[in-house]
C-alpha cells in the first residue's frame, strides 16, 4: 500500500491546490514509496487516467472540488479491482470529505490522509451507470444548481446555493412521482423535489439527512410534496436540532433500492452534475469504496489502518 497518484484539477479552489502543491508532493513523498501527479486540462481527463493506472496504484487522490471527486469516484467504483480512494478538498462545498471528516484545510486534509486511516463506505448507483457518494435528487434540487453561474459560486461560494434556492422556493414546478420499492408504491402524486441521500451533505449543509451514514447499507430518501413554508422551516430546524425533517407536506424513509417514474420526465442531479432524465432505478451498493478518513464520529467510523 505505497503507491499514490494524485489527480488533480488546477482549477479548483481558484487555485489553491497549486499554490500548495510542492509542499503536498514533499508531504506525500514522505510518506509513500512511489508518488505520480497527474493534472486535468479538460473535463473526462481524470476518469481516463484512473482507467490508465487503477491497477498499478493502491491509492488515487482526488485534488478538487465536488466535480473532480465525482468523475474520479465514477471511474473508480466501475472497476472490479477498486484502489483505496482520498480527498483534498479544493471546491466550493466539498461535500463527501465532510462526510469522512476531513478537514477543509488542504494541508490538514493532507495531515489526516497520511495517518491512512480507511473505512469502507456505501456508494448509491443508478441503472443509468451513474455512482453517487452525496446525492441524487430532481425537481427543486436541480432548479437550484441550474441557476447557479460559475461566477457566483466563487463569488459567493455556498451562500450562491442558498440565494438561489430561496428563489425557487418561491415559484417551484410540481410533478407526477410515483416512488416504489419491488412491487410496493411507497409514494404517488404531485411532488416539488425528491432527494436520495447517501452522505449527510448537500451544498456544504447537514439538514437534510442529519443522522444519515455513509456504511449502514441504507439510501435516505426525502420527498417533498409540495413546497410550503412549514416543510422548508422543517428542514431547517431538523439541521439546528439534528433530528429527522418532520411536515405533513414531506415524506421521509430509508430503503436499499427505489424505482422512480415521473411525468413529464425529470433531468437528474448526481453529486451537483446533470445527466440523464427519469425513468431510473437507484440502489445501494454496500462497502463498494475503500476510502481515506479524517475525525469522524466513532459510531460510523469503525477505522482500519494499514
Excluded at 435516505?220 to 439534528?242: F, G, H, R, T, Y
Aim: charged share 20%; proline share 4%.
Amino acid at each position: 500500500m505505497q503507491r499514490v497518484a494524485l489527480i488533480l484539477n488546477p482549477s479548483a479552489g481558484q487555485g489553491q491546490l497549486i499554490e500548495l502543491l510542492d509542499t503536498i508532493l514533499a508531504q506525500l513523498q514522505e510518506h509513500f514509496e512511489q508518488v505520480s501527479l497527474y493534472k486535468t486540462t479538460q473535463p473526462g481527463d481524470g476518469a481516463k487516467k484512473v482507467a490508465e493506472i487503477a491497477q498499478d496504484v493502491d491509492v488515487i487522490i482526488a485534488a478538487g472540488g465536488d466535480g473532480t471527486v465525482h468523475e474520479l469516484v465514477n471511474a473508480v467504483c466501475a472497476l472490479d479491482k477498486r484502489p483505496t480512494f482520498a480527498i483534498l478538498p479544493g471546491g466550493t462545498c466539498n461535500d463527501f470529505c465532510r462526510a469522512i471528516g476531513i478537514s477543509q484545510d488542504p494541508l490538514v486534509a493532507l495531515e489526516q490522509i497520511l495517518r491512512k486511516k480507511s473505512l469502507q463506505v456505501d456508494v448509491g448507483h443508478s441503472s443509468q451507470g451513474r455512482y453517487f457518494l452525496n446525492f441524487w435528487g430532481i425537481g427543486l434540487i436541480t432548479q437550484v444548481s441550474e441557476n447557479i453561474s460559475n461566477e457566483q459560486k466563487e463569488r459567493l461560494g455556498r451562500l450562491a446555493y442558498y440565494f438561489s434556492a430561496a428563489q425557487n422556493i418561491l415559484d417551484p414546478t410540481p410533478f407526477h412521482l410515483k416512488a416504489t420499492i419491488g412491487q410496493t408504491i411507497q409514494f404517488e402524486g404531485n411532488a416539488t423535489m425528491i432527494i436520495i441521500g447517501n452522505g449527510s451533505f448537500i451544498g456544504g449543509v447537514q439538514g437534510f439527512f442529519p443522522h444519515s451514514r455513509i456504511n449502514d447499507h441504507r439510501l435516505d430518501v426525502l420527498i417533498v410534496k409540495e413546497n410550503s413554508l412549514a416543510s422548508i422551516w422543517s428542514m431547517l430546524l431538523s439541521n439546528w436540532k439534528n433530528d429527522w425533517p418532520e411536515s405533513e407536506h414531506l415524506q421521509y424513509f430509508h430503503t436499499d433500492k427505489l424505482s422512480i417514474t415521473t411525468s413529464p420526465d425529470q433531468s437528474i442531479d448526481c453529486d451537483g452534475e446533470k445527466e440523464g432524465t427519469t425513468p431510473v432505478d437507484i440502489q445501494v451498493l454496500p462497502h463498494h469504496l475503500t476510502v481515506l478518513v479524517g475525525d469522524m464520529e466513532e459510531e460510523t467510523r469503525a477505522v482500519d489502518s494499514y
